[in-house]
């Protein structure tokens, strides 16, 4: 019971699955130049970032992304919040016909990403499922409404999952580690694995974290030296 409630609520959560579609890059691009217009002072951060081998996401682009990429079974009043150097995200969500807020505090430990795999180990903090309607009488309203389950070591009720998603890797106590190569849109995309392949040895990324309104991706140039640079520029010759 308790490992089907957990496999439900992070499915409703991420609503990262292989038949979603890509949202109209029009529509991105227009959002993008409005939001620029409106604040220029996003080009210099830009400029910044770039010099320090950095690229921030406006959290703001992220909500905007929540509304607008949604379809009608993805989690409702979403709510991607800084909280340095994690980010608190929340969201109404149905689990298994109980209407629940479901927040937590998100921290990207460390990540590992090469040409074969985009691993992040993620932290997560003050979990907490609230069902929001006082008449719901399902079972998972009553084990919520008890304290029957410990949402404190989310990873060990996920790590019980009967059917795991791809992309999930390991999930112990707090801690939950996803491959997004391992997901079916970036797996069977030839044209993601050779751009990987292209990228893999020029630069990789060191770290995420949130620093005041924007979400904040660290990158490290040629992560196995110079020389395997090289070797690939003289494969490709």
Same mark, same amino acid.
């Given at each position: 019971?308790?490992?089907?409630?957990?496999?439900?609520?992070?499915?409703?959560?991420?609503?990262?699955?292989?038949?979603?579609?890509?949202?109209?890059?029009?529509?991105?691009?227009?959002?993008?130049?409005?939001?620029?217009?409106?604040?220029?002072?996003?080009?210099?951060?830009?400029?910044? =970032?770039?010099?320090?081998?950095?690229?921030?996401? $406006?959290? !703001?682009?992220?909500?905007?992304?929540?509304?607008?990429?949604?379809?009608?079974?993805?989690?409702?009043?979403?709510?991607?919040?800084?909280?340095?150097?994690? !980010?608190?995200?929340?969201?109404?969500?149905?689990?298994?016909?109980?209407?629940?807020?479901?927040?937590?505090?998100?921290?990207?430990?460390?990540?590992?990403?090469?040409?074969?795999?985009?691993?992040?180990?993620?932290?997560?903090?003050?979990?907490?499922?609230?069902?929001?309607?006082?008449?719901?009488?399902?079972?998972?309203?009553?084990?919520?409404?008890?304290?029957?389950?410990?949402?404190?070591? $989310?990873? =060990?009720?996920?790590?019980?999952?009967?059917?795991? $998603?791809?992309?999930?890797?390991?999930?112990?106590?707090?801690?939950?580690?996803?491959?997004?190569?391992?997901?079916?849109?970036?797996?069977?995309?030839?044209?993601?694995?050779?751009?990987?392949?292209?990228?893999? $040895?020029? !630069?990789?990324?060191?770290?995420?974290?949130?620093?005041?309104?924007?979400?904040?991706?660290?990158?490290?140039?040629?992560?196995?030296?110079?020389?395997?640079?090289?070797?690939? !520029?003289?494969?490709?010759?």
């Amino acid at each position: 019971m308790r490992s089907y409630i957990v496999r439900v609520g992070l499915h409703r959560i991420l609503w990262l699955t292989p038949t979603r579609k890509i949202m109209d890059v029009r529509a991105i691009a227009g959002a993008v130049g409005n939001y620029l217009k409106d604040h220029p002072e996003e080009l210099w951060r830009l400029l910044r =970032n770039a010099l320090a081998l950095r690229f921030g996401v $406006p959290l !703001v682009a992220l909500r905007w992304l929540a509304v607008k990429g949604a379809g009608k079974k993805a989690p409702k009043d979403v709510q991607i919040d800084a909280l340095p150097p994690g !980010v608190r995200v929340a969201a109404s969500l149905d689990l298994m016909g109980t209407p629940v807020r479901a927040s937590a505090v998100v921290y990207v430990e460390r990540v590992r990403a090469n040409a074969t795999e985009l691993c992040l180990e993620i932290r997560l903090d003050q979990v907490s499922l609230k069902v929001t309607d006082d008449s719901s009488a399902t079972p998972i309203a009553a084990l919520l409404k008890s304290g029957a389950l410990d949402l404190s070591k $989310p990873g =060990n009720l996920v790590a019980y999952m009967p059917k795991r $998603p791809a992309i999930l890797v390991d999930a112990k106590d707090d801690r939950i580690v996803i491959d997004l190569m391992k997901h079916p849109k970036f797996a069977q995309s030839g044209n993601v694995q050779r751009l990987l392949k292209i990228l893999a $040895p020029l !630069v990789t990324v060191s770290g995420i974290e949130s620093e005041s309104e924007h979400l904040d991706v660290a990158l490290r140039p040629f992560p196995d030296g110079v020389g395997e640079v090289i070797a690939r !520029v003289r494969k490709l010759l």
